[in-house]
């Protein structure tokens, strides 16, 4: 079977933001399909309650500059916008609504998000964005409004959950070695992703190494 | 001799103006801490830095800084089951051997105390082997038998460090150690932090285990992102990030609730230290040299044991105070209180 990878995202994640810059080249590498997989985080924290207490000032010191850590070293831009994070229900809907061009509308987003430092909450925003990479953005977003795609994100959130995905990035890698996938989380979980497309597939936890 | 670069860094991985410092924070308490461990004197020796490991009481330190006792516990399920997976895979990925322990959470009290009691160049040869012990071999490590089987075993006095590891200096030491870790920022287990001679007020803190590929690039040179050492210049008003942190517990689902409920045997109650204790120029004990009669009294302080100088943890604390060398404001913009930045200094008297 040919290696595939699931690529669960929303646009308000600054390390989805990141993976997104990698992802394809990770594939391509490996001869695997990509497949991009846009759900709403927010319904998934709200549904498995994963929201979480506040970060103690620590903690919070060290994701910040932690992800401008990363951006630096693969050498990608990284701007937060300053209402961080802003709402993504509009900009899901809209590159969902690009239908075969749904990469190329993600990857307009999330410049407009982590590199413009734009607000895409902002249906002017959102437009902008798509048309830059000649996409109508009017026209993707008269269709975000129609029931069937609010449907279709609600339908991906749901499949996300059914998953087992509790946060973004996330990888679901199936190769002849994991039929059924293994999930991986977070962009720093990346080098397990090529190696799992290569076939590498560490034993199952409670086994002893 | 390399030429140094623009930020007095060298190819060679050494700073123009000598090694590098790298700083590794742990409890034996973690599973990530333990991988972390096999690998860190690899990365210090393949970039020439000097190592240095500092022993603290993670649940102390959650107490401090208000994270869930066990995090683990607190993690939905989905996430529970991906940790647990997580360090089985990394341990794959490195190659160390991994089992989780039988006896979980452990009161690790004992062996890190045990650890402060040794000088820098001997904590190597028990940290590893009591790492090992918990996390591969199953063992009881709050079990005095056991750790003076292995403190033995690497050549060290076992049984006196064990009876010393329940003196109440000792228990103030592993305090202090924890405080001071605060102090520089930790938030976790494992921490590891740069240091540049050239910038010894600026040090890299990294959290995880998988934050180790950028420490090593830090070990080269590199000074991290835009926003390190300018701390002045972080983005205002911050918000919560959308990705939770990376939470640092292994998955207990597994077991049983009368193993993953059994009280520790002592409680790790954590008081702060004092305002004044901090701003003492060394609050602890000296290091005891192993095959050297005990130092007389904790409060000498002499460390004859250390190859080289090595300032104390409370002189760097008192350095990283805003308004050194760099020219840094004496008060720190609002958006770096706002984002927690350290204020090391918030203990130091008027």
Not at chain 1, 35 to 47: D, T
Not at chain 2, 101 to 130: C, G
Request: charged share 25%; glycine share 8%; proline share 11%.
């Amino acid at each position: 079977m040919v290696p595939r990878v699931d690529f669960f995202y929303d646009f308000s994640c600054p390390y989805a933001y990141l993976a997104h810059t990698e992802v394809e080249t990770l594939c391509a590498r490996a001869g695997a399909e990509l497949v991009w997989k846009p759900f709403l985080l927010g319904g998934v924290f709200k549904a498995i309650g994963s929201a979480g207490p506040a970060m103690p000032p620590s903690k919070a010191r060290h994701n910040l500059l932690d992800m401008y850590r990363w951006a630096d070293h693969i050498g990608v831009p990284l701007r937060m916008p300053a209402g961080h994070p802003n709402r993504t229900v509009l900009a899901l809907r809209a590159a969902l609504s690009a239908g075969t061009e749904l990469a190329r509308a993600s990857k307009a987003l999330y410049r407009a998000y982590w590199v413009d430092a734009l607000d895409i909450s902002d249906a002017s925003v959102v437009r902008a964005a798509l048309d830059a990479v000649g996409l109508d953005g009017a026209a993707l977003l008269a269709r975000a409004e129609l029931p069937e795609i609010k449907d279709e994100l609600r339908t991906r959130t749901d499949e996300a959950i059914a998953h087992g995905i509790f946060g973004a990035p996330t990888f679901i890698v199936r190769t002849a070695h994991a039929p059924d996938g293994d999930l991986f989380w977070g962009q720093d979980r990346m080098m397990f992703v090529g190696k799992a497309l290569g076939g590498w597939r560490a034993p199952a936890p409670g086994a002893g190494l | 001799v390399t030429s140094p670069g623009p930020d007095g860094s060298s190819a060679g991985g050494r700073s123009a103006t000598g090694p590098r410092d790298l700083l590794f924070f742990f409890d034996f308490a973690s599973p990530f801490a333990y991988l972390g461990a096999t690998q860190v004197e690899g990365v210090a020796a393949r970039h020439g830095a000097r190592l240095f490991y500092r022993p603290f009481l993670l649940g102390g330190l959650f107490k401090q800084i208000g994270t869930p006792d066990v995090p683990f516990f607190a993690m939905p399920a989905a996430k529970q089951r991906h940790t647990s997976a997580d360090m089985v895979r990394w341990a794959d990925h490195w190659g160390v051997p991994f089992r989780f322990p039988s006896r979980f959470p452990m009161n690790t009290t004992k062996p890190l105390r045990m650890v402060l009691q040794l000088a820098e160049p001997d904590r190597a040869r028990l940290v590893h082997p009591i790492f090992r012990a918990y996390w591969a071999e199953d063992r009881d490590i709050s079990s005095d038998d056991v750790l003076a089987e292995i403190a033995l075993d690497a050549g060290l006095e076992g049984r006196r460090l064990v009876a010393m590891a329940r003196e109440t200096r000792w228990k103030n030491a592993l305090r202090s150690a924890t405080e001071r870790a605060e102090q520089m920022g930790v938030c976790g287990a494992p921490c590891f932090m740069v240091r540049e001679p050239t910038r010894p007020q600026q040090p890299l803190l990294f959290w995880g285990q998988d934050r180790l590929l950028l420490v090593e690039r830090a070990l080269q040179g590199w000074q991290g992102g835009p926003f390190d050492g300018q701390p002045q210049e972080l983005p205002e008003d911050p918000a919560p990030p959308t990705r939770p942190a990376p939470e640092r517990w292994p998955a207990l689902a597994a077991l049983p609730e009368s193993i993953t409920r059994v009280p520790l045997q002592e409680p790790t109650r954590f008081e702060p230290l004092a305002p004044s204790r901090a701003a003492q120029p060394l609050d602890e004990p000296s290091h005891t040299n192993v095959r050297a009669p005990l130092p007389s009294a904790p409060e000498e302080n002499t460390r004859p044991d250390h190859r080289g100088p090595l300032p104390s943890l409370s002189e760097e604390v008192t350095r990283d105070v805003p308004g050194g060398p760099e020219g840094a404001p004496s008060e720190p913009p609002a958006s770096m209180t706002q984002v927690g930045f350290v204020r090391p200094d918030s203990d130091e008297p008027e």
